[in-house]
C-alpha cells in the first residue's frame, strides 16, 4: 500500500486545515485508516481513526470536538478537517492504514505508512 499525504501548510491559531491522504496499490475500502502526528523530539502519537465503511471513527482527547476524520472510498482518500487549531497542534502528521480498525492505535499497530505532512500552528 501506498499512502501520499498532503495539506499541511502555516496557519494561524483558530484557524483550519484539511489534510488528505491518497492510497494506491491495494484495495482502499478493505482497509481501516488513522492519522498520527509526531511534534519535533516527541513520539507519534495516534490522533484520529475510520473504518473501512466510515461508519465508525475514533479521537484521541486532544483533539475531540476540533477534528474529523472521513474518506471517500471512490476516491481512495482520507481526510483529516482540522478546526480551532493551536499551537500545540503543530507537528508532522502521517496517515497510515491497516485491515484492523482500533479505537486506539500504538505506532506499531499500523501496517502502512505515508510519508508526512507538515502542520505549523502560530500563536
Known amino acids: 500500500v501506498q499512502l501520499q499525504a498532503s495539506g499541511g501548510g502555516l496557519v494561524q491559531a483558530g484557524g483550519s486545515l484539511r489534510l488528505s491522504c491518497v492510497a494506491s496499490g491495494h484495495t482502499f475500502s478493505t482497509l481501516s485508516m488513522n492519522w498520527f502526528r509526531q511534534a519535533p523530539g516527541k513520539e507519534r502519537k495516534f490522533v484520529a481513526a475510520?473504518?473501512?465503511?466510515?461508519?465508525?471513527?475514533s479521537y484521541a482527547d486532544s483533539v475531540k470536538g476540533r477534528f474529523t476524520i472521513s474518506r471517500d472510498n471512490a476516491k481512495n482518500t482520507v481526510y483529516l478537517q482540522m478546526n480551532s487549531l493551536k499551537p500545540e497542534d503543530t507537528a508532522v502528521y502521517y496517515c497510515g492504514a491497516d485491515e484492523y480498525y482500533r479505537d486506539s492505535y500504538n505506532p506499531n499497530e499500523v501496517a502502512y505508512w505515508g510519508q508526512g505532512t507538515q502542520v505549523t500552528v502560530s500563536s
Open positions: 475510520i473504518t473501512w465503511s466510515g461508519g465508525m471513527t
